[in-house]
């Protein structure tokens, strides 16, 4: 069986929609496996290759990357959201023809997910260097407690009459392609095959509860100002289905004289004329809190000292360095004395 969406469908590079929905329909039809020389695998395989080709971005993605580039969208296999709902000008419903495959088609928990939620929250520079947990508080629906989401009052169910609890009904349905039996999602129980014995007080049976839960964020250590954090499954709940994420964009607020490249932070210290002269011991201030550097003599402006581990923390036992910028301040007022003392070291050549 060819590789290629094109040759797949039978239609030249560069062919319209319609044409390709018209090549479409007619492999579908030849292929579809109630028919009497019907091929799953051949009607996989241009449902697949309509599936890219019938989406612009897709087909975009797909005639410069190839394959790969068009399953690089993020479309794990491929991607029958899309499908039934107009999107290709269909008169019936993908959904349901597909959904025989079971898992195939129209799988449960692709459409049945929670939404996403996207927070911001801002951090010191200080915390991006140690790392930090931050707690928010969501107003969002979490699944019900008291039920575990079963929607079940002490989570007693029972099995469900309309689909003899294998949660699927079949029908037969006429179709342009003939008789077709689909399995569908029953709607009683929504696909678990069980529904409560009684509904759960507390959430009515629906599986999930409004309400404002506290969420412990782990900010790693290291991370830079517009990175994105993303937990899975922290987004809303919904009943019977998989939660969405929690998506976390993190800003970090700059803090003067301080910044990180990587796993080394940057910081600047003054010092005097003498001091860069003569060399010293000098205490300045890090985010380590004190600590003493031993400026060496004949310091120029602008020199870099290496203080090893006080930089970005990596492990427990590592970090990385912290570089202390020199900057020479020199007095824009002196003294008698001190100006008699430059004087007299002028004359000695200085
Ligand atoms: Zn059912
Ligand atoms: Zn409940």
Do not use: R
């Given at each position: 069986m060819s590789d290629d969406y094109?040759?797949?469908l039978g239609v030249e590079r560069g062919a319209g929609k319609d044409e390709i929905k018209k090549a479409f329909r007619k492999k579908a039809q030849q292929y579809h496996p109630d028919k009497p020389d019907g091929d799953e695998a051949k009607f996989k395989a241009v449902n697949e290759a309509y599936s890219v080709l019938s989406d612009e971005k897709k087909k975009q993605q797909y005639d410069t990357f190839g394959k790969a580039g068009a399953a690089g969208g993020g479309f794990g296999g491929f991607d029958f959201s899309g499908f039934g709902n107009g999107a290709g000008g269909f008169?019936?419903?993908?959904?349901?023809?597909f959904s025989q495959f079971g898992g195939f088609g129209g799988s449960r928990s692709r459409a049945h997910r929670g939404?996403?939620?996207s927070v911001q929250i801002e951090i010191s520079f200080r915390d991006s260097v140690f790392g930090v947990e931050k707690d928010i508080e969501l107003d969002k629906n979490n699944v019900c407690t008291e039920c575990d989401g079963t929607?079940?009052?002490k989570k007693k169910t029972k099995t469900c009459h309309e689909c003899d609890g294998s949660g699927q009904v079949t029908m037969i349905q006429q179709t342009i392609m003939g008789q077709v039996r689909t399995n569908r999602i029953c709607q009683i129980c929504d696909g678990r095959g069980e529904v409560p014995e009684e509904n759960c007080h507390t959430c009515n049976g629906s599986g999930v509860v409004q309400g404002r839960e506290k969420i412990t964020i782990k900010i790693p250590a290291g991370i830079e100002d517009g990175q994105q954090l993303r937990l899975q499954g922290r987004g809303e709940a919904i009943a019977s289905g998989q939660p969405g994420d929690l998506y976390i964009l993190v800003r970090v607020i700059p803090e003067s004289g301080y910044h990180k490249e990587g796993r080394d932070v940057y910081m600047t210290a003054k010092i005097s004329p003498t001091e860069a002269l003569l060399g010293s011991k000098k205490?300045?201030?890090?985010l380590d809190g004190s600590v003493t550097i031993k400026i060496p003599a004949g310091s120029e402006h602008g020199k870099q000292l290496r203080i090893k581990d006080k930089g970005v923390v990596i492990t427990e036992n590592k970090r990385g360095d912290l570089y202390v910028q020199l900057l020479i301040e020199i007095p824009s007022k002196l003294t008698k004395e001190q100006k008699k003392i430059l004087e007299q070291l002028r004359n000695a050549g200085l």
């Open positions: 094109y040759e797949l008169e019936f419903d993908l959904g349901d023809i939404s996403n939620i929607g079940a009052h205490m300045i201030e890090t």
